[in-house]
Nanobody, 124 residues
Framework: QVQLVESGGGLVQAGGSLRLSCAAS????????MGWFRQAPGKEREFVAA????????YYADSVKGRFTISRDNAKNMLYLQMNSLKPEDTAVYYC?????????????????WGQGTQVTVSS
């Protein structure tokens, strides 16, 4: 089992920045691919970014590429999402998720563990 707790959400003006954090506990964090997803009201949960535990490679949705940065600190069992140049359409509940194995997925259903989410609201 892996327990995930997100923090860092809030209200920010368009063009501003936020840094989300995800604290992991339980099984070895180092061996899990980690992802960030988001869900806006009335919409399906969508992929934002992910990081590969073995290679350190990172992957981004086109909508956030160049604005968001995913990173992890294995020594602290922490996952981060730095969000810059925020837009109103980034408003959503943001979730971190963990997936064992060697393949990095962008499909939410493939992930094994989820946090409770943190609200990000970007005002125009």
């Amino acid at each position: 089992q892996v327990q995930l707790v997100e923090s860092g959400g809030g209200l920010v003006q368009a063009g501003g920045s936020l840094r989300l954090s995800c604290a992991a506990s339980g099984r070895t964090f180092n061996n899990y691919n980690m992802g960030w997803f988001r869900q806006a009201p009335g919409k399906e949960r969508e992929f934002v970014a992910a990081t590969d535990w073995k290679t350190g490679n990172t992957y981004y949705a086109d909508s956030v590429k160049g604005r968001f940065t995913i990173s992890r600190d294995n020594a602290k069992n922490m996952l981060y999402l730095q969000m810059n140049s925020l837009k109103p359409e980034d408003t959503a509940v943001y979730y971190c998720a963990a997936k064992g194995g060697l393949i990095v997925y962008s499909t939410p259903a493939k992930y094994d563990y989820w946090g409770q989410g943190t609200q990000v609201t970007v005002s125009s």
